[in-house]
């Protein structure tokens, strides 16, 4: 068994728009689902610690799933979204793998919290996993390797890309757009089509392209875990 943190947002509305964010449901419960079917254990994080908000959009009936449905009905589960750790008061020796979960929210509290940044480092300089998908990607672009270089740099990484953000019309809304974050930061950016699921693993960073990814994200991550068994 392996101890997984997984990463929510505090962030229950856009800072510039009248418009509730959050997280986006699916992108962790199809990862969690994956981690806790192979008898992997969870627990759950977010930059101040307590509630983790639901963004609103992803809880409408063409987003669902019968998984997701499952899960938003499961007490145990969303009494543990609403009572995260405090990422200051993690001890990151404590696990194997770290997810950055998704919604727009964490484009605002992820990058510039320093205890995930910590946190992401020492998992990763102690051999495990550092993963994310769709705008939790954006969490990924200001941890540093035990050099003090971007841990992205020259690796494959995916997040969402501009034009996903476009559709949405919300390129202007956000503070910056993932895609080019990563970018920014040396990454070499990958994608699939838009909206489709894709996830790419290299050296032990896991990233997912958008909503659709969370489980393949899982099966990335599970695989590069039974390597290292």
Not at 105 to 111: A, K, L, N, R
Not at 157 to 184: C, H, I, K, Q, R
Request: glycine share 10%.
């Amino acid at each position: 068994m392996k101890k997984i943190l997984v990463v929510t947002t505090n962030v229950s509305k856009y800072p510039n728009l009248e418009r509730a964010t959050g997280l986006w449901l699916g992108e962790a419960v199809h990862f969690v689902d994956a981690m806790q079917k192979e008898g992997h254990q969870i627990d759950y994080v977010s930059p101040k610690g307590g509630y983790t908000p639901i963004d609103p959009h992803s809880l409408q009936a063409d987003q669902m799933t019968e998984l997701d449905w499952k899960y938003y009905e499961d007490q145990t589960f969303m009494d543990k979204l609403g009572t995260t750790l405090a990422a200051a008061e993690v001890n990151a020796e404590n696990y194997d793998a770290i997810y950055y979960t998704g919604g727009h929210g964490v484009m605002w509290d992820y990058p510039e919290n320093e205890s995930l940044q910590k946190i992401a480092s020492t998992i990763y300089q102690n051999g495990g996993i550092v993963s994310a998908v769709c705008h939790g990607s954006a969490g990924l672009v200001n941890i540093k390797d035990a050099s003090g270089q971007p841990l992205i740099a020259n690796k494959k990484v995916s997040g969402f890309t501009n034009t996903e953000e476009a559709a949405l019309g919300l390129e202007n809304t956000v503070p910056f757009l993932t895609e080019d974050a990563l970018v920014s930061k040396g990454a070499n950016y990958v994608k699939g089509d838009d909206w489709a699921a894709y996830a790419v693993a290299d050296n032990r960073i896991v990233t997912g392209q958008n909503p659709a990814s969370g489980g393949s994200v899982a099966a990335e991550v599970l695989a590069v875990l039974n390597t290292a068994n």
